[in-house]
């Protein structure tokens, strides 16, 4: 695996180093060792799959609040997305700092979100499944968000007249 750390601490961007022959290609997706050599957290103890037939669909911006923070390794496995995260570590030299990456599932490229941070993502395109690899069992007293839109991030989402989001989604308040 090729890990490229993004503009934000801890932030991985990971491709799969494909080696190939006339059947096509064998690539390792997940070594717990790889992932602990860049300081990452290697314990994963659950699996998610979203589904979205619209393009357009905004999910996001979510997180698990101690003591039940979680780092999650994203990956689209149909379709295309705009994935965004944010830094919400009030002591980070990042903090309320954001990254936007388009995964899709031709790339194979995933993304590792570090504990204390936001996770959201855009379909660019209908019929779009996001498969999440997470290091926290899903606590709901736990479940907190952040507004997609929230002036503070300055998130600069693709454009869609047409964009679907949860009432849920849509009802977080803005980052105090």
């Given at each position: ?44 103890v659950?699996c ?5 037939q ?17 780092a ?7 379709g295309?997305?705009?994935d ?11 903090y309320?700092?954001?990254?936007g990456v388009?995964?899709s ?10 504990e204390g ?10 019929d779009?499944e ?27 989402w ?19």
């Amino acid at each position: 695996m090729i890990f490229t750390e993004l503009k934000l601490k801890g932030a991985f961007l990971i491709d799969v180093e494909r080696v190939a022959d006339a059947r096509g290609f064998f690539a390792r997706a997940w070594c717990q060792r790889e992932f602990e050599a860049h300081g990452l957290n290697g314990h994963l103890v659950q699996c998610s799959l979203s589904f979205n037939q619209k393009n357009g669909t905004l999910r996001g911006m979510h997180y698990q609040a101690a003591p039940h923070e979680e780092a999650k390794l994203v990956r689209c496995t149909r379709g295309i997305i705009y994935d965004v995260i944010v830094d919400l570590r009030r002591d980070s030299a990042t903090y309320k700092q954001w990254v936007g990456v388009e995964l899709s599932a031709d790339s194979r490229r995933m993304v590792y979100v570090p504990e204390g941070f936001a996770h959201g993502f855009q379909t660019l395109v209908g019929d779009t499944e996001i498969f999440y690899q997470m290091s926290e069992f899903y606590h709901a007293e736990s479940t907190r968000g952040i507004l997609w839109n929230d002036p503070a991030f300055g998130i600069q989402w693709p454009h869609f007249e047409d964009r679907t989001i949860s009432g849920q989604d849509q009802a977080y308040g803005f980052w105090k």
